[in-house]
């Protein structure tokens, strides 16, 4: 199993930037893919970003250029970085560890960014 902690979330004004935090602990070994995910007032999750075991990224066309998954090792830490916030960003941030067939879920975290 995995367990997921994200950190990081927070009020911004438009254009400004903010680093989302993913600590895991468990099987961490076993993640194959790694995931940020969002979901906003009366609309579906949606997959934002995610980073393979093997460094591959994927990004939603909206967040291309602006936000970077990345990965410490040494820490355990899985980040979203978020530059050029916009207030369509605002969302409750999940990340998700995909192991095998299983995938486990943070606690999420609230983005709101201010026009």
């Known amino acids: 199993q995995v367990q997921l902690v994200e950190s990081g979330g927070g009020l911004v004004q438009a254009g400004g930037s903010l680093r989302l935090s993913c600590a895991a602990s468990?099987?961490?070994?076993?993640?194959?893919?790694m995931g940020w995910y969002r979901q906003a007032p009366g609309k579906q999750r949606e997959l934002v970003a995610t980073?393979?075991?093997?460094?591959?990224?994927k990004y939603i066309d909206s967040v291309k250029g602006r936000f970077t998954i990345s990965r410490d090792n040494a820490k355990n830490t899985w980040y979203l970085q978020m530059n050029s916030l916009k207030p369509e960003d605002t969302a409750v941030y999940y990340c998700?560890?995909?192991?095998?067939?299983?995938?486990?879920w943070g606690q999420g975290t609230q983005v709101t960014v201010s026009s």
């Open positions: 998700a560890a995909q192991v095998g067939s299983s995938r486990y």
């Open positions: 468990g099987s961490i070994f076993s993640i194959n893919v």
């Open positions: 980073l393979t075991s093997g460094l591959y990224t």
